[in-house]
């Protein structure tokens, strides 16, 4: 079995996947248990559109553990706190460390010490977008991004940027800038599979002028497999599209677009264009979590 993907949807839908059974058969074992989950909340929690909150749905958790042949609390300790209801869901939401998804706050500034983060509140995102290729061995071969930036002062002269494995402790990806931007200074965390790097322009940008910088991330082999692909706004950025091509060899069973803003996901599904790319187009976002995620068939 692969190594369990970092999010509960992820990890689940990977476990389903591996055990070679079907939600109808989990459905009607877990009602064996005297745990019935019905076989749409069992859709909805394998794509994401929902989790586990109440207890019966927690005290469903173990027996599925069970059924899929994982380590107890193995599903359980992907679970976040649970979702604000009533008027806490209403909070403004606040900035997010640009950090893997399994990393703290701490972790992130242990992560960009020592990087001039003084000049990010000076660049309004005007667009980003992010073209990931999957290969026929279902990992990520590639990831370009291009972004489009305007300097709010004179004197901005640099964009960090983060990248991290596939999994926690994996090697993490390598940065490369590609257009209008060099490498500057880059901390590496190997233990989180994290990296963090100043991308730094080719000259100061003048106030109200705007950019185009384009960087390229790639994985080290061996890949791992890949599950999803998401980006972390810190900022807020005005328009984000994001592509994900498969190998034609390597199709994915499905694919969904997802959002996380304050702790509340929104999940649609995707369909593949001729092309084999699935892509998610969102404006105005809000610092959060958005991106794409898939599951694979038997190989």
Not at 46 to 53: F, N
Not at 242 to 247: I, P
Request: hydrophobic share 40%; proline share 7%; aromatic share 6%.
């Amino acid at each position: 079995m692969d190594p369990a993907p970092h999010c509960f949807a992820d990890a689940l839908r990977a476990a389903i996947a591996d055990s070679e059974t079907t939600l109808e058969r989990v459905a009607q074992q877990l009602r064996a248990r005297g745990t019935p989950v019905s076989l749409a909340t069992l859709s909805y929690w394998q794509t994401g559109r929902s989790r586990p909150e109440r207890p019966r749905s927690m005290a469903a958790l173990g027996h599925l553990e069970e059924l899929l042949g994982l380590a107890a609390g193995a599903l359980r300790g992907l679970l976040e706190a649970p979702r604000p209801r009533g008027r806490s869901a209403r909070r403004a939401p606040q900035p997010l460390a640009a950090s893997a998804p399994w990393a703290d706050t701490t972790e992130f500034r242990r992560l960009v010490a020592e990087l001039d983060l003084s000049h990010d509140a000076a660049l309004t995102r005007l667009s980003a977008h992010d073209r990931v290729e999957i290969g026929a061995d279902r990992a990520k071969r590639v990831q370009r991004t291009r972004q489009v930036l305007r300097a709010e002062r004179d004197g901005v002269d640099r964009l960090v940027v983060t990248g991290w494995a596939e999994r926690k402790g994996g090697q993490p990806p390598s940065l490369t800038g590609t257009r209008n931007c060099s490498l500057g200074k880059v901390n590496v965390d190997l233990r989180g599979g994290q990296v963090a790097a100043e991308l730094l322009f080719d000259r100061p940008l003048g106030r109200r002028e705007t950019i185009i910088v384009e960087h390229e991330s790639h994985l080290p082999t061996p890949r791992q497999t890949a599950y999803g692909h998401q980006r972390v706004s810190r900022m807020p950025v005005r328009e984000y599209l994001l592509e994900v091509r498969f190998d034609p060899r390597a199709l994915p069973r499905y694919c969904v677009q997802f959002a996380e803003v304050d702790g509340r996901e929104q999940v649609r599904a995707l369909t593949l264009d001729s092309a084999y790319t699935a892509h998610a187009l969102a404006l105005d976002l809000e610092p959060g979590r958005y991106g794409i995620r898939w599951a694979w068939g038997t190989p």
